[in-house]
């Protein structure tokens, strides 16, 4: 009788254990889903301001597109949080992943900050060619050049996670692994984001092919999204609209023979190098803020781990 008593408490105890285990399963398999949902929305919202068959690109919606960087870092965030995984509690593999993956990202935000700086230097000389206008109307014709920016590429390669289990039903055995799943989308989302910018920007497609080349879209909203406007990219390098226009106003002024008609054009020039001056100063300073806060969560990661080792 004592031994059935044992045999029947052994197997409750299993049985609740396999119960226990099945609502843990199925609690994180539920927030990543929100985490993905979350995701989603975000992406629908950028696919939304995307018109089919624009030529280029406006630096709104690089604004809007480099916005997405911050939404996909803080439902990660959250995901974190839901589940109830601080760093603190990470594996090895999770930490090296989720720092490789914000050094690779901290480095693409370097390239966009010298892209955006060269678009600066160009801005400043043809706003120095514009004022030699009344002085010299030879030698400012000569020095109203386009805009043709140097693009900048991250010097450490991108790679994307490798799923190494590979098998769904695992995908939710435990909160590491949704860390994992979760880290494949936002640097998939991620890279990509930063593809588009720095082709916008510079008007150079090998940003945009390179980063789609090298990451795979788990996330379906990503990949439509991708479809909209990857022939945009490869057909015109996604040249901003701003850029275009401030080349098109400097052609215009350097064709103009009629002194009272140039006038005309200047001004407009003139205004449009002060409208693109304060774009590039608001985009700088978004990117400027986002690498101190991801510095930050690196810096604190790895005190962190140094703390832990003592």
């Not at 911050?70 to 760093?87: C, E, G, Q, R, W």
């Not at 992943?97 to 480095?107: P, T």
């Not at 996670?161 to 994992?180: C, L, S, Y």
């Amino acid at each position: 009788m004592v031994l059935l008593v044992e045999r029947v408490s052994k197997l409750y105890c299993k049985l609740e254990g396999h119960l226990h285990h099945s609502h843990e399963s199925e609690a994180l398999q539920a927030s990543f889903q929100a985490f993905q949902s979350n995701l989603s929305v975000c992406l629908n919202q950028l696919s939304f301001n995307t018109k089919p068959g624009s030529e280029f690109f406006s630096f709104l919606w690089i604004q809007q597109c480099f916005e997405l960087l911050s939404s996909i870092n803080t439902a990660f965030a959250k995901l974190v949080v839901d589940i109830d995984y601080p760093m603190s509690k990470w594996e090895a593999d999770s930490v090296e992943e989720y720092l490789n993956y914000s050094l690779c990202l901290l480095e693409l935000l370097n390239s966009i900050t010298s892209t955006i700086s060269h678009l600066g230097q160009a801005r400043l000389a043809l706003s120095h060619a514009l004022g030699l206008v009344e002085k010299s109307r030879a030698l400012a014709i000569k020095r109203l050049s386009a805009i043709q920016v140097k693009s900048s590429s991250p010097r450490k390669e991108l790679k994307e996670p490798e799923d190494k289990e590979g098998d769904e039903t695992k995908a939710f055995a435990n909160k590491e692994r949704v860390i994992h799943q979760a880290l494949i989308e936002i640097k998939s989302i991620g890279f990509w984001v930063c593809g588009v910018i720095l082709a916008g920007l510079s008007g150079d497609a090998e940003h945009f092919l390179k980063m789609r080349k090298s990451q795979g879209f788990s996330n379906s909203a990503l990949s439509k999204l991708d479809s909209s406007i990857c022939e945009v990219i490869k057909g015109k390098g996604g040249v901003l609209k701003e850029v275009k226009e401030l080349n098109d106003s400097a052609a215009c002024l350097a064709a103009a023979a009629d002194t009272s008609k140039s006038r005309g054009v200047a001004e407009e020039l003139q205004r449009r190098l002060d409208v693109f001056e304060k774009l590039l100063d608001s985009l700088g300073k978004e990117v400027d803020h986002l690498f101190s806060k991801l510095l930050a969560g690196r810096n604190e990661l790895l005190d962190g781990i140094r703390h832990h080792n003592m």
